[in-house]
C-alpha cells in the first residue's frame, strides 16, 4: 500500500486546514487509515483514526471537537479536516493505513504497517 499525503501549510491561529491521504496498491490488506503528528525531537503522536470497516473513529482528546477524519472510498482517499488550529498544533503530519480488529482501539502506532510522506502544518499566531 503506498500512501499519498497533502494539504499542509501556514495558518494563522483559528484558521482551517484539510488534509489528504490517498491510497494505493493492495489496499484491501488495510482497513484503518490515521493521522499522526510530530515535533522536532518528540516521538509521532496519535491524532485521528478511521476503521472503515466498522465505520468507528477515534481522536486524541486534543483535537476532538476541532478535527474530523473522513473517507472517501470510492478515491481511497482519507481526509482530515483541522478547524480552529493553535499553534499546539503545529507539527509534521504523517497519514499511515493498517489492518486493525475492530473493536479495539486505534491509537496503538504498531498497528500501521504502511505510512505516507510528513506534510508540514504551521499555526502562527
Known amino acids: 500500500v503506498q500512501l499519498q499525503a497533502s494539504g499542509g501549510g501556514l495558518v494563522q491561529v483559528g484558521d482551517s486546514l484539510r488534509l489528504s491521504c490517498t491510497a494505493s496498491?493492495?489496499?484491501?490488506?488495510?482497513?484503518?487509515m490515521g493521522w499522526f503528528r510530530q515535533d522536532p525531537g518528540k516521538g509521532r503522536e496519535f491524532v485521528a483514526a478511521?476503521?472503515?470497516?466498522?465505520?468507528?473513529?477515534q481522536y486524541t482528546n486534543s483535537v476532538k471537537g476541532r478535527f474530523t477524519i473522513s473517507r472517501d472510498n470510492a478515491k481511497n482517499t482519507a481526509y482530515l479536516m483541522m478547524n480552529n488550529l493553535n499553534p499546539a498544533d503545529t507539527a509534521v503530519y504523517y497519514c499511515?493505513?493498517?489492518?486493525?480488529?475492530?473493536?479495539?482501539?486505534?491509537?496503538?502506532?504498531?498497528?500501521?504497517?504502511?505510512w505516507g510522506q510528513g506534510t508540514q502544518v504551521t499555526v502562527s499566531s
Open positions: 499511515a493505513a493498517g489492518q486493525i480488529p475492530i473493536g479495539r482501539d486505534m491509537d496503538l502506532i504498531t498497528y500501521y504497517t504502511h
Open positions: 496498491g493492495r489496499t484491501q490488506i488495510v482497513n484503518t
Open positions: 478511521y476503521n472503515y470497516a466498522a465505520g468507528t473513529t
